[in-house]
Each structure stands twice: as structure tokens, then as C-alpha cells.
């Protein structure tokens, strides 16, 4: 025990003196608070910050315009937990003003209209505020990011939309961990023919293409948010079962092996006591190699169109509602998504490589 505390510790040294390997890590903490508090950050915390304004769509960062919100009068029982997790229940109405005035007891308002054109004239009686206090509900915002070509904030769909970049990460990795694990250790310990039937299998799935079985079985599972974090797991186990297999094979012969046989453990306690606590490096570092996969291939199928669905945000449905404005002259659009994906799929690419040159034995 004390060997493998000894272990343990010299590789978090060796890990903590590699400043890339810490410093992705910091950004990769801090992607994950942000992804799972999203909607505490995000300047619009409606459901999917799904505020639509259609007459201030495509505007640059750091676009100001005010923004009048009409009160429907209708009481949420939504819970705080449901707010923090999953966004507000907006019944309001928010309406961008190029100007307003109050004639006798109404708000008279112009509507925002871009290119120096004349916005539609409204009014809206005083009584729908509460006392009548219709300046407490007219603000001056500021969209950090911009608006998007439906006009919602660019800045809270980007916070948003890191929750399904983040979290398929976790939930491929652990289902690939699963099947892999299983698998592999059945072939690697037993082999003979059970090695060959599955090792037939891995082939012929490691044979075909990752974009086109994960599409072939998010189209028999339907589209929608689990169904592509469950396609895109199921198809990431096969580099998992190789790994563990050639580790196990190398390993049940290992003295430690024949010793746990002679005292009669079972198969199960020898392979999960025994030789897969001492596998875990390699599968610490496919890990965080899988995880990078797995938000591309996630950032794909939603740039196909198959992955999450309208109007949950995503990096890569960002991306496909945006590329067409590269040559438009708006161009952060598309690449604030993609720089967004590429750092996030940079820290772990690096986490990997610093797991790896820390779990190296002979460094």
C-alpha cells in the first residue's frame, strides 16, 4: 500500500511541475463550473436563453440598445433549483426602443429598426406595470458578445451551449469505460475462442467510420440530447476493450496473478482486485483523449444537424446558424463557437499528455 501511495504521489508531483497539463486543467474546472452554472452568468437566463429579438439580429459585440420589458402578469411556481439549472419561465415580453414618451396614461413607443429606418409606433397602457412604474422595466443593455441572427444573446447561447460540449465528454467516456472495460478484461483473461469472437466485434466496429455509426444510431435512437451522448459512448468503448485487453493479457502473468489463482480467488476478484487497478494509467490518459473526441464528434453531428436540437444551444448548431456569415463580413459569429470547442478540446488533448508523461514509469 505504501508502494502505491509512493506511486500516486510522485506522479501528482511530475504532473504538478507541468505548467500546460495545470494550466488546462484550471481551464477545464473552469469550463465545467461555468457549463453547470451557466444560466448564473448568462445576461439572459431564460430556458436556453431563447429571448428572440428579431430587430436587433446579426449586431456586433458590444451592441447597446434599450429594452423594454412589458409584464404579462403571470406568477411562476417555478423553483429556485429549476431557475439554476434549467433556466426561467419568461411569460414577458421585451421589446428593443428606439424611443418612448408618456402621453396622459400610455407609453408610447417606437420599435428599434436598424439601417436608419423608422421603427413602428406602438403604445401600451401604464396600468400593466405595477404603480404605473414603467421606467423600473425600461434598462439600457449591453450585448457583450453581440446577437446572434435571431437576435438573442451571443454571450449567454455560448455559456449555455458549453453544458453539451462538456457533459457528452463525461457521459462518453463513462459509457465507453463500461463496455470497454467489460470486454476487453473478458478477452484479455480468458482468450481462446471468447478473445477471438470478441475481438471479431471490435474489428468490425473499429472498421467502420466513428461519423457514420454514431449518425446510423442517433437515426434508431431519434435525435435529441441523451440520444447523442449514448451514440457517441457506444461508439468510443472499442479503443477502451484494445487497451485493457493487451494490459490484461500481459498482465495475468504477472507473479501477483498466479499467487491470487493459488489462494482461490475467484476470476471476478482477480480481475477487479488485481489486475485492473494497475491498468488504470493508460486508460487515465484514453480517457482524456476520448473526451476531446467525443466534443468533436458531438460538434459535428450538431453541425449535420443531428445532434442537439433547436433552440437548445450547442457549439456546433452555433456553428451550422452561422458559417454562411463568414463572408457576410461577421465572421465572429461562426468563429467564437469554434475558437470556444478548440480551446476545450485543447485542454484536454494536454491534460492527456501531461497524465501520460506523469504515469510513465521510466521518466
Not at 19 to 31: A, D, E, K, Q
Not at 130 to 156: A, C, H, M, Q, W
Not at 227 to 242: C, D, K, N, P, S
Request: proline share 3%.
Amino acid at each position: 500500500m505504501n508502494n502505491n501511495n509512493s506511486l500516486t504521489s510522485l506522479a501528482l508531483q511530475k504532473f504538478r511541475k507541468n505548467f500546460w497539463g495545470v494550466f488546462s486543467l484550471g481551464i477545464i474546472g473552469c469550463i465545467g463550473v461555468i457549463s453547470i452554472f451557466a444560466y448564473l452568468f448568462a445576461p439572459d437566463a431564460s430556458e436556453n436563453a431563447n429571448q428572440m429579438h428579431l430587430s436587433i439580429h446579426s449586431k456586433s459585440p458590444g451592441f447597446k440598445v434599450q429594452m423594454l420589458t412589458i409584464p404579462s402578469g403571470i406568477e411562476s411556481d417555478q423553483s429556485f433549483l429549476s431557475k439554476l439549472f434549467f433556466g426561467t419561465e419568461n411569460t414577458d415580453a421585451e421589446i428593443p426602443l428606439q424611443s418612448y414618451k408618456v402621453v396622459g396614461e400610455k407609453l408610447h413607443y417606437v420599435e428599434y429598426a436598424s439601417d436608419g429606418l423608422q421603427g413602428i409606433e406602438k403604445q401600451v397602457e401604464l396600468q400593466q406595470f405595477p404603480n404605473s412604474d414603467y421606467k423600473s422595466y425600461i434598462e439600457n443593455r449591453r450585448f457583450v458578445f453581440g446577437t446572434d441572427k435571431y437576435g438573442r444573446d451571443y454571450l449567454s447561447r455560448v455559456l449555455i451551449g458549453s453544458r453539451i460540449s462538456f457533459f457528452i465528454g463525461f457521459v462518453a467516456v463513462f459509457i465507453s469505460l463500461i463496455v470497454g472495460l467489460l470486454m476487453g478484461s473478458i478477452a484479455g483473461y480468458y482468450g481462446g475462442k471468447i478473445d477471438a469472437f470478441i475481438m471479431w466485434i471490435i474489428n468490425i466496429t473499429w472498421s467502420i467510420p466513428t461519423l457514420l455509426l454514431v449518425i446510423a444510431i442517433t437515426l434508431a435512437l431519434g435525435k435529441g440530447f441523451w440520444q447523442v451522448f449514448i451514440a457517441v459512448g457506444l461508439t468510443m468503448w472499442v479503443e477502451v476493450a484494445r487497451v485493457v485487453r493487451g494490459q490484461i493479457i500481459s498482465a495475468k502473468e504477472m507473479q501477483y496473478v498466479t499467487a491470487a489463482r493459488a489462494l482461490g480467488y475467484n476470476d471476478y476478484r482477480i480481475i477487479t482486485k488485481h489486475i485492473l487497478p494497475n491498468v488504470f494509467g493508460p486508460l487515465i490518459v484514453i480517457s482524456a483523449a476520448n473526451f476531446a473526441a467525443a466534443i468533436l464528434i458531438e460538434s459535428g453531428l450538431s453541425f449535420l444537424g443531428i445532434g442537439a436540437q433547436p433552440p437548445m444551444a450547442s457549439w456546433g448548431a452555433m456553428i451550422k446558424d452561422h458559417y454562411n456569415y463568414i463572408i457576410l463580413g461577421k465572421p465572429y459569429l461562426a468563429l467564437i463557437p469554434g475558437v470556444c470547442i478548440m480551446i476545450l478540446v485543447m485542454a484536454f488533448m494536454l491534460v492527456g499528455n501531461a497524465l501520460r508523461d506523469a504515469l510513465d514509469v521510466r521518466g
